[in-house]
């Protein structure tokens, strides 16, 4: 919103520029610590919705549970670990779906002699704690330096009043945001990459042994089904990896020599909003999967409420797909809807 609208609203003076301090909220650290501190936000959205499509596609899939058991995560210390496995424990409350272990392997009432159930499932499945875990505790250290730099001054010089001094120095330096946002778009273009390789699992009736190829609801090859939109995934994904290489480390010498190492912060910071917001894409895209898949296994009801509340508001936007139609407008919404709806399982 506009800002005087904000500060109207929040009964805030604007701020009356007095001697140098026209330069000084000019400075470029303050614009890429802007864009980093709207990056972070977006990115916990889009942690929390990898989360959410993770465990629907675990409930869909009637995978064992004790992959996010609290037993298993807490003997590795490491707490974005045991945060995305508790959350997805809370996630999955209720469901009819997922197995217990110990119910059907080591129960000798209700253990037969052969068991045709996959006993480890793929890494896309069964590994999200691992996998999110990092990206978590990367997304909490990068909040943390970013409100730091909010509330910090980064003018040059800086003029102590109180002291009736003023002190020459590199405060406008970027590093600190340069370094985050480096970090940022490598945790996630992580989700993208999940994303992804889950979206392929629906997609090859070889590997998940339950769906038709490509979720298609159509007639099978004369209709496509989820064929194209897959396309979109993979090479968003693709240009995500590409673009995570490093700003951070490409300082060129500028100003006569004067600013001889830079940080290249603004531009770590649009290239990670490029990354995160690509990301979304590949989010749409699975989402629109995982609820084409779940009709087509017929297992809405079954579903714990929390999946059930996900799946009622993505088939809102998109509708079964049986014959070929151009997604994009759906795709749009979805994003969109993702986007603007965070879910509150990890941050509130």
Known sequence: ????????????????????????????????????????????????????????????????????????????????????????????????????????????????????????????????????????????????????????????????????????????HGDYISLEMDKLKLATTRIAMLAERQINYLMNPNINQRLQPFINDGVLGLNFGFQGIQFTATSTTAENQALSTSFYIHSIPNNNDNQDIVSMGFNAACSAKTVIDNVFDVLAIEAAAVVQAIDQLGFETKLSSSARNVYQSVKELFPDMAEDRSTRNDLQRIKQYLQNNPLNILFS
């Open 1 to 172: 919103i506009p800002a005087e609208s904000a500060f109207k609203e929040e009964n805030i003076d604007p701020l009356v520029i007095r001697q140098r301090e026209g330069i000084a909220i000019m400075n470029g650290t303050t614009a890429m610590t802007a864009v980093a501190a709207l990056n972070i936000l977006n990115a916990r959205i889009a942690l929390e919705w990898s989360l959410a499509l993770s465990m629907i596609l675990n409930e869909m899939m009637e995978t064992y549970d004790d992959h996010i058991s609290e037993e298993l995560n807490k003997i590795r210390s490491q707490s974005g670990q045991k945060t995305i496995a508790k959350a997805a424990r809370n996630f999955i409350q209720g469901t009819q779906l997922m197995q217990s272990r110990e119910k059907q392997l080591y129960d000798k009432e209700t253990t037969s002699g052969y068991v045709d159930h996959k006993v480890q499932e793929y890494y896309s499945l069964r590994c999200i704690p691992q996998i999110l875990g990092p990206i978590y505790d990367t997304l909490m250290y990068s909040a943390q330096i970013i409100e730091n730099e909010l509330n910090s001054t980064t003018d040059n010089p800086v003029v102590d009043v109180t002291a009736k001094n003023v002190f020459h120095g590199g405060n406008f």
